[in-house]
């Protein structure tokens, strides 16, 4: 445990230089939503941004309205990790799930260090851990230890029920970062609800051989979730394609969706360091959040 919270102080010191070395006045947080709740209505006035105009007053017929925000005193961030058997793909220990289990577990401390509430989500196709958020060194310890020592229960992939069980348990607009696979069906819905509610973030993890498989004949394939073999002509060039494609596929419908949902997204392969990939994240975050702020 000590070396594993020796390289997430390396990663977290890493990514903070590089993320305050190039912010300016009060926007450093890489935590940094939207920060603001509605607070009430008031008369419109010349230089008001329209999209702040509330409809449902104005159409009352008393004159045009525009919302009014306070800033949130507390930021939560929360965690959905998907830790379903599909993640075990990639070399021992720098597999997709052990990936995930570092990101979460950097960003949580991180976060706690901006004094946000914490919370963290562990999911196959049910809870596997759930850890109600909170502030303070004594709980990140506590999300370190219960994300490196998780063993889970079943080995199967649910999307949709852990993101309708983090929009159950989140009541107030939150950070979430959801970092998974995404090798699941039918969960879009959901995810668009998600979207809309949260400031919302996808890390979706991949291993290289999932969208270029190795050549190797016909050999047995064991899926991890069915606990099935299955015998398959890897050297076939029309099963090469199906699995190219279907990554492809799965992975545009994806990106697509986080562009028109306004979701910010990021790709992370096991072979590559992921530091650099979240620093120009939150670089584009913070940059986003001020020009908004403006």
Request: net charge positive; with cysteine; glycine share 4%.
């Amino acid at each position: 445990m000590k070396e594993i919270l020796k390289k997430l102080r390396k990663y977290e010191i890493r990514v903070r230089k590089a993320i305050n070395s190039q912010m300016q006045g009060d926007f450093q947080s890489i935590f940094k939503g939207s920060g603001l709740e509605f607070d009430d209505v008031r008369t419109y006035q010349y230089g008001d941004d329209i999209r702040t105009i509330d409809w449902n007053v104005t159409a009352k017929g008393h004159g045009t309205y525009v919302k009014t925000f306070k800033e949130e005193k507390e930021q939560t961030v929360f965690f959905v990790l998907d830790v379903s058997a599909s993640q075990e793909i990639g070399k021992a220990g720098n597999q997709k799930i052990d990936i995930g289990k570092e990101i979460t577990a950097l960003l949580s401390l991180s976060a706690l260090k901006e004094n946000s509430q914490v919370g963290v989500l562990c999911y196959s196709d049910q809870k596997e851990k759930y850890i109600k958020p909170a502030k303070g060194a004594r709980h990140s310890y506590e999300i370190v230890n219960a994300l490196f020592t998780l063993k889970t229960q079943s080995r199967k992939t649910n999307l949709s029920a852990a993101i309708r069980y983090t929009l159950d348990i989140l009541k107030r607009k939150s950070v979430i970062f959801l970092i998974s696979d995404f090798v699941d069906e039918n969960y879009i819905h959901q995810l668009k609800g998600m979207a809309r509610k949260h400031d919302l973030i996808v890390i979706q993890l991949f291993d290289q051989r999932e969208s270029a498989f190795p050549s190797l004949g016909i050999v047995p394939l064991y899926d991890k979730e069915s606990g099935k073999n299955i015998w398959v002509n890897t050297s076939s060039s029309h099963f090469r394609k199906i699995i190219s494609k279907t990554y492809i596929k799965n992975t545009e419908e994806l990106v697509d969706f986080c562009h028109r949902n306004d979701t910010s997204y990021l790709a992370v392969d096991t072979h590559d360091d992921y530091v650099p990939k979240l620093i120009k994240l939150f670089k584009y975050r913070n940059k986003t959040s001020a020009q908004r702020a403006w």
